[in-house]
């Protein structure tokens, strides 16, 4: 059974930074596609950034400029830099996988900003 287990969430002040990291339990092969989502209480889930296994990386409007996704392909880790948090940033913070053998979300992670 695969696991992803996410760490680095928190309590910041508005205008600081966190870095969120997601490692697979085991090793995948075949990775596509790593990346993080989110959602806020009373909201759907959203699509935060994403990283292919070339590197190509796409991001939500609201958040380009101020975080960055980054892999790790021999540790079947995905991280997140978040710079510049906002308020509004503030949401359970989940990675996902996508291979061609097992796709699944981590358990998420509370990242809350205070203003």
């Known amino acids: 059974q695969v696991q992803l287990v996410e760490s680095g969430g928190g309590l910041v002040q508005a205008g600081g930074s966190l870095r969120l990291s997601c490692a697979a339990s085991?090793?995948?092969?075949?990775?596509?596609?790593m990346g993080w989502y989110r959602q806020a209480p009373g909201k759907q889930r959203e699509l935060v950034a994403t990283?292919?296994?070339?590197?190509?990386?796409n991001y939500a409007d609201s958040v380009k400029g101020r975080f960055t996704i980054s892999r790790d392909n021999a540790k079947n880790t995905v991280y997140l830099q978040m710079n510049s948090l906002k308020p509004e940033d503030t949401a359970v913070y989940y990675c996902?996988?996508?291979?061609?053998?097992?796709?699944?979300w981590g358990q998420g992670t509370q990242v809350t900003v205070s203003s």
């Open positions: 085991k090793i995948i092969f075949s990775i596509k596609r």
């Open positions: 990283i292919t296994s070339g590197g190509s990386t």
């Open positions: 996902k996988l996508d291979s061609d053998f097992w796709n699944g």
